[in-house]
């Protein structure tokens, strides 16, 4: 497929390790981590045989744009884009959670509310709530990132039972979190959409918490359009969105839920247009701005010179 980029084979001068994500290859190059952002997509904690057109163009400019953003909030691990595929910054410990946060009931917490449960991470969710309705104040659900299968569910409880935090460092993990959903939340309206839910990731630098990984992307966050949402909540109908949710609704349909001895669908071509172009739009509804395909012969060629380039200087 012409412009998609779906693994990497590097090696740079003074490279120590390299890791390959579900989407990402990271390589940590002495005191640089080099984070390339590959086509390829992933649901239900599976990566999917197809690769995205401008997917990993999109995420990483759209992530550098918020962490630019919303640097005087939570310090970032950001310092140079160096290719429109690629963020290069610093190496840190991860945290081995995600904060995720909610502003409206739908996605996983919906799923959890129509089958009868109230609780989600220890978290009371209301009665009388449909689909998609804006919970009273955003919730917290964090999520343990597990070293292979799904991200478990966690409660703030269980995590300072656990130890993986303190409840100094938990305190900085809860207040970041609001407070960079606020700024999101924010922004996507003066774009006149609606910041749903989001995640967020961090790690240890210098013994400090700093925000790390990709923010406000259709990969880590869910957007309603402003329009037409209280509309269609009164007649019982969905509102439209822009995330990836929908291609798990059509991995739903075509009996693929990242099951054991379910089969991974093939997603044929124009559906893989009409996901490049969803992500596309999305980086320009939520940003603003225009986006400019990185057009190359040989992407992976590029993306090896424009970080060799950088690690050079």
């Known amino acids: 497929m012409i412009n998609t980029i779906t693994s990497t084979n590097f090696s740079f001068k ?19 981590l080099v984070m390339i952002a590959t086509d390829r997509i992933s649901a239900f904690d599976h990566v999917l045989k197809e690769p995205i057109p401008y ?27 160096p290719d ?16 995720v946060i909610r502003g409206y009931l739908t996605g996983h917490a919906w799923r959890i509310y129509n089958k009868g449960g109230r609780m989600i991470c220890g978290e009371k969710m209301p009665e009388g709530m449909i689909e998609n309705q804006k919970f009273p104040s955003p ?10 299968g799904h ?9 300072l039972a656990q130890k993986i935090v303190s409840p100094e460092q938990y305190k900085i993990l809860e207040d970041y979190t609001f407070r960079l959903f606020e700024k999101g939340t924010e922004m996507a309206k003066e774009q006149g959409l ?17 925000l790390i990984d990709e923010i406000h992307t259709p990969d880590s966050s869910r957007y309603f359009y402003s329009a037409g949402y209280e509309e269609k909540i009164a007649k019982g109908e ?8 929908f291609v798990r609704e059509w991995l739903i349909e075509q009996g693929f ?34 986006f400019n395909r990185a057009l190359s012969p040989d992407i992976n060629l590029r993306i090896k010179d424009n970080i060799e380039n950088y690690l050079g200087k």
Not at 60 to 70: D, P, V
Not at 84 to 99: A, T
Not at 139 to 148: D, G, R, V, Y
């Open 238 to 245: 969905k509102p439209k969105q822009l995330s990836k949710e």
């Open 151 to 159: 991200d478990e569910d966690i409660t703030r409880d269980e995590i």
């Open 84 to 99: 429109p595929n690629v963020s290069v910054g610093k190496k840190c410990e991860p945290i081995r959670l995600e904060m």
């Open 14 to 32: 003074g490279q120590d390790s390299v890791y390959k994500g579900k989407v990402r290859d990271v390589y940590f190059v002495g005191d640089h």
């Open 257 to 290: 839920q990242g099951l054991e001895g379910q089969t991974i669908p093939n997603m044929p071509k124009d559906f893989t247009e009409l996901v490049s172009e969803r992500y596309i739009e999305l980086y320009e509804r939520v940003t603003g701005l225009r």
């Open 55 to 81: 997917k990993g163009q999109v995420l990483n400019q759209m992530s550098a744009y918020f962490l630019k953003s919303t640097a005087d909030i939570a310090p970032n691990w950001l310092d140079a884009v």
């Open 194 to 210: 609606i910041l749903v839910d989001t995640k967020y990731e961090f790690g240890i630098y210098n013994d400090k918490i700093i």
């Open 139 to 148: 919730i917290l659900t964090p999520t343990f990132k597990a070293l292979e």
